[in-house]
Each structure stands twice: as C-alpha cells, then as structure tokens.
C-alpha cells in the first residue's frame, strides 16, 4: 500500500514568511510524528499525535512552530515568521499502535527540506 | 521517562570488519525496540526490530538482542561491506506511548 507522504519536498522561502508542511500518513495508523533533521545531526523530536489524545508538543523549539492532525489523518506542520535556523529537512512518521505485528514501528516520509533565505 | 543512548560515532571500518554499535535504553514496562538505518540521501527506514526480552532482530547480515538484564540492543554484524554505510539510529516504542530515538551513529566502512 501508499507510504507516508509529505509535500512539498523541497521549500525555499525567505526570512520572516511562514510555511505549511505537510503529512499524509498511512491509513489506519493512530501515531503521527514530526521530527527535524539538521545537516549531519540527529532526529530532533517536534510533536507526537496519538488518537485524538492531546499531541505531545514538548518539542517544539518555540512558539513559532505549530501543527495540528485533522480527522485523525493528515497532519501539517506550520513556521511561522521563519528564520534561517530553521533550515532543516523535517520529516514525518505514521505507526500503528494498536495490536499487529508492526506496532511502534515508524514508517517515515521522505522528508521536505526546508531552506529560509 | 524513557531513553536511549547510543554509542556516539562516527564509526569508521575496513570492508569485512566487524561491527558492534551499542545501544542502552531507559523505559518502563517492556518496550519493543527498534534499529532504523538511513542511507546517505535517503529516508530512515527499518533494519531490525525485537518485540521481547531475548528476541533476537535480523536483517541484511545484522543482529541484535533484546537484553532485558542489561537494558541493551547492540547491534553486530560480522563483516561490514562498503554499502553499509549510513547513519544508523536505535529507538524504543511503547503500546500507545510516544517512541524515543537514540542521536545516531554514522558508520563508514572503507574499501
């Protein structure tokens, strides 16, 4: 079946604008994650969806950043007056987490890479 | 709250080397854990993964085993090639709970 998908895969956009990534994650998966990935590092945690749980934000690096789940599906991810560290490839994750064989296991996107001006 | 530590890197390797990349968890409960790989321009995806204490994960020539006495998931293989190399990422996942990964591990195995 389809994968995660994200869109757009590249964005360029200047110092101050805002953004909106998106995430379309597998059907039927209940977790959605999103994550940053800066040149040469690690995957920093942003947001974790669960359900129709209250998300977990508590890695969002500042109150520019924001993201919401609608319907239990798509996800975007929204920069706000961005800047250049903001500059990063941000990638997106569906899991099942309830029952099967595959559950907690995270099915990544493709990433978009982000690059402020 | 839970955690994972990996071995920091980078790695470097001969081709046919042994590898061992360590991986040590902090979690409540019993996790599933997981080793995801990322080629160099590419997505991460899953190498390997063990569900319960004892499990033993396989892919691709690697392994790893759910060490529940020693709170650990290395993971080996015994003769690295030059495709090999990438960033390699351990994590925990929880039933319904948020997943914790480790900061990565670049290897690179050398002709």
């Known amino acids: 079946g389809a994968g995660v998908s994200q869109s757009p895969s590249n964005k360029v956009t200047e110092k101050g604008k805002d953004v909106e990534l998106r995430c379309d994650p597998i059907?039927?998966?209940?977790?959605l994650y999103w994550y940053r990935q800066s040149l040469g590092q690690g995957l920093e945690f942003l947001i974790y969806?669960?359900?129709?749980?209250?998300?977990?934000k508590s890695g969002l690096p500042s109150d520019r950043f924001s993201a919401e789940r609608t319907g239990g599906s798509v996800s975007t991810l929204t920069i706000q007056r961005t800047q250049q560290e903001d500059s990063a490839v941000y990638l997106c994750?569906?899991?099942?987490?309830?029952?099967?064989?595959?559950?907690?296991?995270?099915?990544f996107g493709p990433g978009t890479r982000l690059t402020v001006l | 709250g839970n955690s994972v530590t990996q071995m920091e890197g980078p790695v470097t390797l001969s081709e046919e080397a042994f590898l061992t990349i360590n991986c040590t968890y902090t979690?409540?409960?019993?996790?599933?854990l997981f080793w995801y790989v990322q080629y160099p321009g590419e997505g991460l995806q899953l190498l390997l993964k063990?569900?319960?204490?004892?499990d033993k994960g396989s892919n691709k020539g690697f392994e790893a085993t759910y060490r529940k006495e020693t709170t650990s998931f290395h993971l080996e293989k015994g003769s690295v090639q030059v495709s090999d190399s990438a960033v390699y990422f351990c994590?925990?996942?929880?039933?319904?709970?948020?997943?914790?990964f480790g900061d990565g591990t670049t290897l690179t195995v050398k002709p």
């Open positions: 994750a569906s899991s099942p987490t309830s029952g099967g064989p595959d559950y907690n296991e995270q099915f």
């Open positions: 059907s039927g998966h209940t977790a």
């Open positions: 969806f669960q359900g129709n749980s209250a998300p977990d």
């Open positions: 979690a409540t409960g019993y996790p599933s």
């Open positions: 063990a569900t319960k204490a004892d």
């Open positions: 994590a925990l996942g929880r039933r319904a709970g948020k997943s914790t």
